[in-house]
């Protein structure tokens, strides 16, 4: 396998290899074929999305030569100094072609002096000068720059888009990932295509095998072995508090992230309760994980006594929770107390 890193190997080149982001790609490509070019286009979203990627494509699509395309780094050249260098650059016209375009990422991190700065740039910017800006937290930006910008929201990938992403690209690494596999690491991915690429790169690059199994994939990763989860599930479906939390001090005495561990919980629950409620929806659902791991939530004795949607509520609230507590698991101890004590 190639040492480059794969979510540079295939970064996508042009808007057609843009996923997950159609209602950008539409109206960038609409304004692109209407000449109808802004002068400030701000792209906000969690990482990994394609932001940096899609201002790239933009760039090109609009003709901007490559002498003529700057990219900025917010979080290293944040202060006021670095803007009014800027902003002296962005008088003088483009080497080639019609544009300049400046994207600058991080721009959450400019100190206020440098968003003034930056500001007085985008109420009167040259007719050459195209300002992309790229953030992750849309809340730190000053409403006076949000205001002179086009706001584009990037949303996070659906877990499979990711997931034929991976076994697309193991495929052209020429290696072979079964679906369970690749369901775990779109899971770690997050929503970021970028850390899905390094997980997918860390389990190629870690195994000798062209065919990687789930539970190679696993023991990679360092997620929650598959037992474990199911033994949680379990002591949820018998109302077993005792058993519940022995399964929660394994977790921590492991050292297993207690956020994955939950999401791997909810993941079954969920497709607990669609094979219970829609049959029709047990093939594509067997997909998703391995014959031993299907079998068990198909055959799972569901207590009568246990309502599913409740359980499902109360664990996706300690999944907020534990991103916030001092004690990460003290959210989902709390929610198996309320709802069993």
Excluded: W
């Excluded at 992750?136 to 990037?154: A, G, I, M, W, Y």
């Excluded at 047990?282 to 949607?309: G, W, Y």
């Amino acid at each position: 396998m190639s040492e480059t890193a794969l979510y540079r190997k295939y970064r996508p080149h042009d808007f057609k290899g843009i996923l997950g982001q159609d209602h950008i790609v539409r109206v960038l490509e609409g304004a692109i074929k209407s000449d109808n070019i802004s002068h400030a286009y701000l792209f906000c979203g969690t990482r990994g999305t394609g932001k940096t990627s899609i201002a790239r494509i933009f760039a090109k699509e609009i003709k901007c030569a490559v002498n003529d395309l700057y990219e900025i780094d917010a979080a290293s050249n944040r202060g006021i100094d670095d803007i009014r260098e800027l902003r002296e650059a962005v008088k003088t016209f483009p080497f080639e072609g019609k544009y300049k375009v400046y994207i600058i990422d991080e721009v959450h991190m400019l100190t206020k002096e440098a968003f003034n700065a930056l500001l007085k740039t985008l109420e009167e910017p040259p007719a050459h000068a195209i300002f992309i800006l790229a953030t992750t937290e849309l809340h730190k930006l000053p409403d006076t720059v949000v205001s002179r910008c086009q706001l584009f929201n990037f949303k996070k990938p659906p877990k499979e888009i990711l997931k034929n992403l991976i076994l697309d690209i193991a495929k052209k690494e020429k290696r072979v990932l079964d679906s369970a596999s690749a369901d775990i690491i779109a899971l770690l991915g997050d929503g970021s295509f970028r850390d899905t690429l390094v997980t997918l790169q860390k389990v190629l690059s870690s195994s000798d095998e062209k065919k990687i199994t789930a539970e190679e994939t696993e023991r990679i990763t360092g997620i929650p072995k598959s037992t474990i989860v199911n033994d949680f599930l379990t002591a949820l479906n018998e109302k077993n508090v005792p058993n519940a939390y022995e399964v929660l001090r394994q977790v921590t005495g492991e050292n297993i992230d207690v956020g994955v561990f939950l999401k791997l919980v909810l993941t079954k629950l969920r497709a607990i309760m669609l094979i219970r409620l829609a049959p029709n929806m047990r093939t594509s659902l067997a997909d998703d994980f391995t014959v031993e791991d299907f079998a068990f939530l198909a055959e799972l004795p569901i207590n009568k006594e246990l309502k599913l949607s409740e359980l499902l509520v109360a664990l996706l609230e300690a999944s907020e929770g534990v991103k916030k507590s001092f004690i990460p698991e003290l959210p989902l101890e709390l929610a198996v107390a309320r709802l069993f004590e």
